[in-house]
């Protein structure tokens, strides 16, 4: 660090110097936090074997810890670079490993790390980057290197407008005369947005207005459609409630979701998907764009569930004994 702040001090100062100067004391700076990193982690737990417990349950599965430490494979990413960690780990008993469970190193779940190579704020990173980048994308970004988990409650609404295509059916085949058409359409719609109970109020004018007309077979099918879309909905229709709560009542919201959530981030030139990972980029720009982005990453690093000691650690530098 001293030497790039010389040699920076020693030349004619010109926007390149500058340029080159702080693009190397960025690269330090870096450099000492990766270090830190490593240097820290690799200091938590003890060097003596017998400091540790010698066995642990994760899950309800008891596993043994090894007599010495290993690097993990392939080395840990951080939002510094990547870190090498050398950890005990722990095997499950023979009759698990019949069974294909695999070993795991209990410094690593106390650390958080996420998918086994990486830190828990490089996992919030790489997660805020996917939501609105593609995976190329988010690579080269990281060439260095409300209330979640409560349901939601759903209200179905029909489409206002849509529904109003249905009064313009009934209004079409229960009047001859246009104005007369008209003038109950308008007076429909406007109960239909403003008043309580309206489909069941619009359904007996046009009951009571269809008693009086005979109609051909066609027209009469087409009332029956009209009418019975509208009664079998009606529970979705209630607009004046809706408009009171605050509710969208048309679906141009909705269809500007879509492009919002979907489309800008799904639907680029090339792009196919399967199931999985949609779902999992779909969760992540969710909780972004609904602002709950730090709630939901903090929520999710407090329920990584952590390994429990069978037998009490010696070791006072590592808090594996208040994990039981």
Same mark, same amino acid.
């Given at each position: 660090?001293?030497?790039? /702040?010389?040699?920076?001090?020693?030349?004619?100062?010109?926007?390149?110097?500058?340029?080159?100067?702080?693009?190397?004391?960025?690269?330090?700076?870096?450099? =000492?936090? $990766?270090? #830190?990193?490593?240097?820290?982690?690799?200091?938590?737990?003890?060097?003596?074997?017998?400091?540790?417990? &010698?066995?642990?349950?994760? !899950?309800?599965?008891?596993?043994?810890? &090894?007599?010495? &430490? +290993?690097?993990?494979?392939?080395?840990?990413?951080?939002?510094?670079?990547? =870190? !090498?960690?050398?950890?005990?780990?722990?095997?499950?008993?023979?009759?698990?490993?019949?069974?294909?469970?695999?070993?795991?190193?209990?410094?690593?779940?106390?650390?958080?790390? /996420?998918?086994?190579? %990486?830190?828990?704020?490089?996992?919030?990173?790489?997660?805020?980057?996917?939501?609105?980048?593609?995976?190329?994308?988010?690579?080269?970004?990281?060439?260095?290197?409300?209330?979640?988990?409560?349901?939601?409650?759903?209200?179905?609404?029909?489409?206002?407008?849509?529904?109003?295509?249905?009064?313009?059916?009934?209004? !079409?085949?229960?009047?001859?005369?246009?104005?007369?058409?008209?003038?109950?359409?308008? $007076?429909?719609?406007?109960?239909?947005?403003?008043?309580? $109970?309206?489909?069941?109020?619009?359904?007996?004018?046009?009951?009571?207005?269809?008693?009086?007309?005979?109609?051909?077979? #066609?027209?009469?099918?087409?009332?029956?459609?009209?009418?019975?879309?509208?009664? #079998?909905?009606?529970?979705?229709?209630?607009?004046?409630?809706?408009?009171?709560?605050?509710?969208?009542?048309?679906?141009?919201?909705?269809? %500007?979701?879509?492009? #919002?959530?979907?489309?800008?981030?799904? &639907?680029?030139?090339?792009?196919?998907?399967?199931?999985?990972?949609?779902? +999992? =980029?779909?969760?992540? $720009?969710?909780?972004?764009?609904?602002?709950?982005?730090?709630?939901?990453?903090?929520?999710?690093?407090?329920?990584?569930? =952590?390994?429990?000691?069978?037998?009490?650690?010696?070791?006072?530098?590592?808090?594996? %004994?208040? %994990?039981?």
């Amino acid at each position: 660090m001293t030497q790039a /702040v010389m040699a920076f001090l020693a030349q004619s100062i010109s926007p390149q110097a500058t340029f080159e100067f702080e693009k190397e004391l960025e690269r330090l700076l870096r450099e =000492i936090g $990766r270090q #830190t990193l490593e240097l820290v982690f690799n200091r938590l737990e003890p060097a003596d074997p017998e400091s540790l417990p &010698k066995r642990f349950t994760r !899950q309800q599965q008891e596993y043994s810890r &090894k007599q010495e &430490k +290993t690097n993990n494979r392939g080395g840990i990413g951080s939002r510094f670079g990547t =870190i !090498q960690l050398r950890r005990f780990s722990c095997e499950p008993l023979q009759e698990a490993r019949e069974d294909g469970q695999k070993s795991f190193a209990p410094l690593e779940w106390q650390l958080g790390i /996420v998918g086994e190579n %990486a830190t828990p704020a490089l996992a919030e990173r790489v997660g805020h980057l996917a939501v609105g980048h593609t995976q190329r994308e988010v690579l080269q970004r990281l060439a260095d290197p409300r209330h979640p988990g409560r349901r939601l409650t759903w209200t179905w609404v029909v489409d206002f407008y849509h529904a109003c295509e249905y009064l313009a059916k009934l209004a !079409q085949v229960l009047f001859d005369d246009a104005r007369a058409s008209h003038a109950w359409l308008k $007076r429909m719609r406007h109960w239909l947005k403003h008043e309580w $109970r309206a489909v069941f109020r619009i359904l007996h004018s046009a009951a009571k207005h269809r008693s009086q007309r005979m109609l051909s077979a #066609t027209a009469a099918e087409s009332y029956h459609k009209a009418y019975n879309y509208l009664n #079998t909905h009606q529970g979705s229709m209630d607009y004046c409630a809706y408009r009171r709560q605050g509710f969208p009542i048309g679906s141009g919201v909705r269809e %500007a979701a879509c492009k #919002t959530v979907f489309t800008q981030r799904f &639907k680029e030139s090339g792009m196919t998907w399967k199931l999985e990972g949609g779902r +999992t =980029i779909l969760v992540l $720009r969710l909780a972004e764009l609904s602002g709950v982005w730090n709630t939901a990453y903090s929520d999710f690093l407090q329920s990584r569930p =952590i390994a429990i000691p069978i037998t009490k650690p010696s070791y006072e530098g590592i808090d594996y %004994a208040e %994990a039981a």
